[in-house]
């Protein structure tokens, strides 16, 4: 049984900051965002974690492995570092949609997102060391096959693009709403799955929906572990199965 | 009339990259592609460009006031700091779309993303600086109409994300197909369309369309200028008269 | 009695790669070495170490707290986001110096720092959690009293300088050859170093020969604790003591 | 005849900042000075200039080639990133330590480095486009003769670095009276120098002075242009042919 433990991380007040007193260069926002991101980053993957850039004032975390105090340190060295500061709410669930929605609400109760006064939430449980399992975390791993022969090599970058995309809010949508799952576009052709526990059905319907729905054609690599790093670079090596065998869904278990 | 200069910007051999001799941690990969977006959009940002990094393997770029130069001095010096290496095409056109088309045709015609003996090519064409006029660019700048009261306050984050997501494939594929233009999510709720000489009505109806589609209201500032920057920091200060008068459209002119 | 873990961080290859197949551009050498070092530190600072720039090529921690496992990580992360790898050597001691004489040995035993054969050694034992003790680090913290009114506001900026070098060359070889101490500017007016089981008298004696020798006045605040964050946070706030009190010695115990 | 342009680079209020309302993470501060100073490197070394970290809260510059409004951008953008400001001031002048001279008190004539209401200060001149020769920078590249032979293989590595450090503080002093010239350490064994006219004959006498100080050898190639990177650049060139024909001084004209 999956026990998700996910981290909502939001910039406090950030929407005004961008534009206070002036608006402020568009190029220096998204390097800002992107390396805040990029920190936040190294320092949940390197406890065995993952994030998503998401929205990037709001980013989505996969914790397993990091405690309370880990997340305080996160927000303390951020804060030394940046203009801004962070919220963080965390919370657990067996489906990785009701701990994001525990962690949201942690931090909504706390203020609004432009509360200037709301700064530097850090509320929620994380799971006891004694408590994890194996079977923690399932994560997917889905690519477009032969995105580099069918898009890349053969479209103008940007109606590239435009398939990925329909692909991933496709996918985004039906994993949400069948299975309580998260979905993240990771760059290039690649979406990373956050999910319960399914079966190697759920990753076939899910591919035959999208096909139907927008016909790109996906194929998925899944993995269970105690961390999100555990579960998704076994997904990662399942992957790599689909492109040697020809298969669209292999399970690492 | 506009004359957009685009440039795309491609990762040489990436996907292979990424799992040789075998996959590497996903944490590290986003941090990767994060800080060398970020690097890209300070070197483009700083001569008045704007970068959007898209799928992070393919970013596109407007680049009017950098030269070839300028584009090679930032292919040498990624190649110095970076385990990776830069591909860039350059063109321009009187659609976004069509410079795009031009660029990314230079590229492929070089040879595969995938193929381990292309790299960093180097090929285009830019607009000199006697030719540069302050119509050269058109940038509109989208948010969705109270998304912190709508969305972030109240849904759940993914919820919430899933609501943009829907914001920003509506009025991308629109956007492409009725104008030519290319739109970029740069975060929060706030979406970048690169266009062509568009006028009042065709941003009236981009927003019907996408309030009709998927029911997300947008609101949006344009902008012109002989640069990216300069286009696009007027469509930021024309958002805020949206913002102040309660206004769906504001152009800058 | 203290028991400081130090470990040696060093570029494999560096020289030879900084020339081949030309000389690189010299501000992309100092972006990659600093920004290098800053991930080094956040990495070793998230677990309560210290690492210092030393000569950028070669870098020296203090990383009681970490285990093999931890610089095992730090050394795939850096290979999978930089051109260049990591060798690391790890020991213990009694005094810092011996502790990093029995690391640069590892290191050194294993081959050149321009062998291009060795790559990414890992060598050497750290400190069990059961063993560790509030005693094992001693950190004193020095700076240059009122540098800003005696210097910064005063010289030139090169002239500030070399005032402070002075003072830095003095004292890191007064506590290398009195203490077997290990002293790194880090920047501003600041010193820290990395002691063995020192007392007030030693302190007040290491500013008095660095007065006589260089006519440069020095203050100092000692700490000491179970990592280099505990024992360094406690000798910024001793410092802080110096400053409020005028004294020129505070040890935090 | 040399014509230095130099950008003294101030953080303004740093040093309170850096203990309100507590003394910060050392390894925060250690991140944030050194991705500040690699960001300003990546700046000024796109425009063909170089930056030197020196006290990282106050930065050197060469600066030929930028004018003031790169200047005042530079300081936006990371007022923009950061949550520290700089202040900037530029001066010219036949000999490096002149300038710089005139640069440091631009800023002071300002306020004090510690005023916490001298914020983003921006003086001085730059040289015009027009007036700029191949002969304005004369830059001078020392490193230890067989540094990885005498040193890194051989003695531990903290007294390497004594080694090279009392080579520095000797060659920096040496330059700065004997010359008006400024020394900086820039990694591994190297040091660079922006220096006046000076002759074959001056650099044999540095030498010389070194070797018999602190009985370190030192040798050196220098190049001269009309921006710090060709210059530099050059000095590279004359610092291989060093290595490659066993001389101690190498010009490139």
Redesign the interface.
Known sequence: MTNTQVT?V?IDN??PWT?TPE?????????????L???I??????RN???F??????M?AVTNGLDLEDHR?LQ??VG????VTLSLGVATGTTP?QA??D???LI?DAG???DENRREILDGRTIDTAYRTAEDLQIAHFDVIDA?GEY???????????E???G??SL??YM?HAHDS?SFF????NI?VVCPDLERADYVDAIEHVQSEVDVALQVGVGRGESA?DA??AA??AL?RCRARGTQVELDW
């Open positions: 909502l939001q950030y929407g534009v608006p402020r260069r568009e190029a220096d926002l998204q390097t800002l965002q992107s390396r991101y990029a920190d980053s190294q320092f949940v993957g390197n974690g993952y994030v850039f998401t929205r990037f004032d709001n989505i340190l303390e060295s030394n570092r940046y203009p949609a994001l929605s962690a949201t609400s909504q609004s997102a432009q580099t890349t090599d053969e479209l103008n970058a940007f109606d590239s693009f435009i990925i995309e329909q991933y809010a985004m949508r949400r998260l990771v760059g290039g052709d990373i790093h998704g670079y990662k090596h790599e």
